[in-house]
C-alpha cells in the first residue's frame, strides 16, 4: 500500500508559507472500493481533482507542500478527528465522538456517508473500528506531519501561513460580482476563487488582501467567506496571534478540467502558472509585520 501522503520539500525553505492539498488525493483502497455501492468514477465525486498538480510548484519557490494520497471519500483530515455519523455504523460510538456537527448532517464527517451529489457511498453499515483505523493511519500522521511543518517554519521565519488548497464544482456557485466573465471555460459569471479565512479570524487581513489582489491580477473573480469560510484545517491551525496564519483557497473546478470526464483541461498549465506567480507573490507581503503580530 502506498504511503498516505508526501511532503514535497524544497531544497531550502526561503518562503514562510506552507502549502496543503487535502482532497486530491486518488488512490482508492481496495477495501473501500468492495464495501462501497458506487463505482470508482462516481466516487470522485468529492475529489478536489488536480489541485496538488494546480501548487506543485511551492517546493521550486522554496515552500513545502504536503498533498494526500488517501481519497477524500475514505476519510476526511478537513474535519474534526470524529465527526460521524452513528446511522452509518453498526455498533454504537463512544462519548467523544461529535455526532451533532453540521457536517455530520450534511453527510460529509470525517467518514463521509455521500459523494459530493447526494448519492449513499457504503452498501452496509461500518463498524466504529474501521473508522478509528482510517483516522489512526491517514487523518492523525497527516495532521502530525502538517503541525510539524507549521511549527519548524514559525521557529525559522517568526510566523508562518498556510494555504490550503481546494478546489469547488461549478454547478451551485454564486455570480461574480457584476457578472464579470470568467477564465479558461468556467461557467459564465459564476466565481473563480473563494478565499476562506473565517471571516477574517483565521489570519492577518494582509494575507488574504494579498491573495485577493493576485487572483485579481490574473484576471480570475474573487469572493470571500461564500460559500466556503474555511474548515476545520483553517479554523485549527489559524492562530494569527500565535504567528500562524491560514487561508484556504477554491478554485472552480471548470477552469481547469471537464467535471463531467475527470480530465484536465488546457487551462491547467496556464493556471499552475500563475499560482506560481502567488506563491512567489505572497513574499510581497510585509514579512515584519506579520512576524510582530
Not at 199 to 204: D, E, K, L, N, Q
Amino acid at each position: 500500500m502506498s504511503p498516505p501522503f508526501e511532503v514535497l520539500a524544497p531544497a531550502r525553505q526561503t518562503l514562510p508559507l506552507v502549502f496543503a492539498s487535502p482532497h486530491s488525493g486518488r488512490v482508492y483502497p481496495a477495501s473501500l472500493l468492495a464495501a462501497s455501492r458506487l463505482d470508482p468514477l462516481a466516487l470522485r465525486k468529492s475529489e478536489d481533482c488536480f489541485v496538488d498538480e494546480i501548487f506543485a510548484a511551492a517546493p521550486e519557490c522554496g515552500a513545502p507542500l504536503i498533498r494526500a494520497h488517501f481519497p477524500r471519500v475514505y476519510i476526511d483530515p478537513n474535519r474534526e478527528p470524529f465527526e460521524l455519523d452513528p446511522a452509518m455504523f453498526s455498533d454504537a460510538l463512544p462519548d467523544y465522538v461529535n455526532i451533532r456537527s453540521p457536517r455530520v448532517a450534511s453527510g460529509l464527517g470525517t467518514v463521509a456517508r455521500i459523494v459530493a451529489d447526494g448519492e449513499p457511498i457504503y452498501r452496509d453499515r461500518l463498524r466504529f473500528a474501521e473508522a478509528a483505523r482510517r483516522i489512526a493511519t491517514c487523518y492523525r500522521p497527516y495532521h502530525a506531519t502538517l503541525a510539524r511543518l507549521l511549527r519548524e517554519t514559525r521557529q525559522h521565519f517568526g510566523f508562518a501561513i498556510l494555504v490550503d488548497c481546494h478546489s469547488m464544482p461549478s454547478v451551485g456557485l454564486p455570480a461574480a460580482r457584476g457578472g464579470k466573465p470568467v477564465r479558461g471555460g468556467a461557467a459564465a459569471g459564476k466565481v473563480d476563487t473563494v478565499l476562506g479565512d473565517c471571516f477574517g479570524t483565521a489570519c492577518s487581513p494582509a494575507v488574504t488582501e494579498r491573495c485577493e489582489a493576485l487572483l485579481q491580477g490574473f484576471g480570475y473573480s474573487v469572493a470571500r467567506n461564500h460559500p466556503y469560510a474555511g474548515g476545520y484545517t483553517t479554523r485549527h491551525y489559524g492562530r494569527p496571534r500565535d504567528g500562524v496564519h491560514a487561508i484556504q483557497i477554491e478554485i472552480n473546478r471548470a477552469l481547469y478540467m471537464d467535471e463531467r470526464l475527470y480530465e484536465r483541461s488546457a487551462h491547467l498549465p496556464v493556471l499552475a502558472a500563475e499560482m506560481r506567480q502567488l506563491i512567489l507573490g505572497m513574499a510581497d507581503l510585509d514579512l515584519l509585520q506579520l512576524a510582530a503580530e
